[in-house]
Nanobody
Framework: QLRFQESGGGSVAPGGSLRLSCRASSLRLCMAWFRQAPGKAREVVVIARGDSTTYADSVKGRFTISQDNANNTLYLQMNSLKPEDTFMYYC?????????????????????WGQGTQVTVSS
């Protein structure tokens, strides 16, 4: 069974930064970050696809994803945070045969979820 260790959420003033981390218990994963507000659908923030990684328009230029493959850990560096970035953030994953399979992964493919970490941006 796949397990995650998520950390890094918290409260920050507008313009501040946070770094989320997610360590997975397995290899051969395509990983992503999603976020969700209460009563709303979960939305994709970014899917880790190497050079083809794309971000949600709302976070482009402010959020950056990185991976430590040796430790199966995915990071999300969030800069210039805004109140509208206030969400529960979830790490997600799907098993893949080869890393290149991430290039075709869509949001509906992700079936394993971390417990979530709350990010609150307010003054």
């Amino acid at each position: 069974q796949l397990r995650f260790q998520e950390s890094g959420g918290g409260s920050v003033a507008p313009g501040g930064s946070l770094r989320l981390s997610c360590r997975a218990s397995s290899l051969r994963l395509c990983m992503a970050w999603f976020r969700q507000a209460p009563g709303k659908a979960r939305e994709v923030v970014v899917i880790a696809r190497g050079d083809s990684t794309t971000y949600a328009d709302s976070v482009k230029g402010r959020f950056t994803i990185s991976q430590d493959n040796a430790n199966n850990t995915l990071y999300l560096q969030m800069n210039s945070l805004k109140p509208e970035d206030t969400f529960m953030y979830y790490c997600a994953a799907v098993f893949v045969a080869e890393p290149i399979d991430c290039y075709s992964a869509s949001r509906s493919d992700f079936e394993y979820w971390g417990q979530g970490t709350q990010v609150t941006v307010s003054s």
